[in-house]
């Protein structure tokens, strides 16, 4: 199970600013496969450095200007957007070994804000040096063009969450995501923590706070989860993923 991160004070040198791509952990789900070490190397030496952020840290901000992809080292993240009167809808959650800032490339600025759920770290990418080395890279180049076609999947994949699912199944669709995200990085895909609050995850979901308490108890009285704080246990996967995929119903609460 993923645990909350200590920083510890180590010295500072130009070796420890600098991030080894090849000695990463996440390195085999950022870089794509069939890399040799000259390749990983040169992408090595175009990283700018390693960026701690403390929890409700904002690592950049809608409209501020694109000059870096950000590779999740370590920790949480929540995007959202700010409409006209000043609330937040938020569009995701990050976790170690995805990218941050890809909304910013077709128009230069940011198109919205990224702020961490907790102590987190991440690996500044300037993309001019990227694309640089996409044309010396074409394996890269691929992964990266992979990598943007999953995040237009997932913004698909919101929309039909949001407009034609019942929120029982929505809540069932964002559990099962997680599950299989933790597992994807070596985690237990049944017992994490929910690094978000509910009222994050009720604003991601379109559902109230008081709907997504309601939820967690329903689901709990299922016999399909476990529940204490923000550790969660699934007990039932085959249930959750039925209910996910609408061949099942969730059954009312007395």
Avoid at 74 to 97: D, L, P, S, W
Wanted: with cysteine; proline share 4%; net charge neutral.
């Amino acid at each position: 199970m993923p645990q909350p991160l200590n920083f510890v004070a180590e010295p500072v040198t130009m070796g420890a600013l600098k991030a080894s791509c090849a000695g990463c952990s996440m390195h085999q789900l950022c870089l794509p496969m069939g890399l040799d070490d000259a390749d990983i190397t040169r992408l090595d030496q175009i990283i700018g450095k390693r960026r701690r952020l403390a929890r409700d840290e904002r690592l950049y901000q809608m409209g501020e200007p694109f000059r870096n992809l950000y590779a999740i080292r370590f920790g949480h993240f929540k995007t959202y957007q700010v409409n006209a009167a000043g609330e937040q809808q938020i569009t995701g959650f990050q976790m170690a070994g995805e990218l941050l800032g890809m909304d910013a490339i077709s128009g230069d600025r940011h198109q919205c804000d990224a702020v961490a759920l907790e102590d987190s770290e991440v690996c500044e990418i300037p993309f001019s040096r990227l694309e640089e080395l996409f044309g010396e890279v074409p394996t890269l180049l691929r992964h990266f063009h992979r990598i943007m076609s999953q995040e237009i999947t997932r913004e698909q994949n919101v929309m039909l969450l949001l407009g034609n699912m019942r929120a029982e199944q929505r809540f069932a669709v964002f559990l099962i995501n997680l599950s299989a995200r933790y597992a994807a990085r070596g985690y237990s895909p049944n017992s994490f923590q929910l690094r978000m609050s509910r009222e994050d995850i009720g604003n991601y979901l379109g559902l109230t706070i008081e709907s997504v308490s309601r939820l967690l108890s329903r689901f709990k009285k299922q016999g399909w989860i476990s529940v204490d704080k923000r550790e969660l246990t699934l007990l039932d996967g085959a249930h959750l993923k039925a209910l996910a995929a609408g061949t099942e119903a969730c059954s009312p609460m007395n």
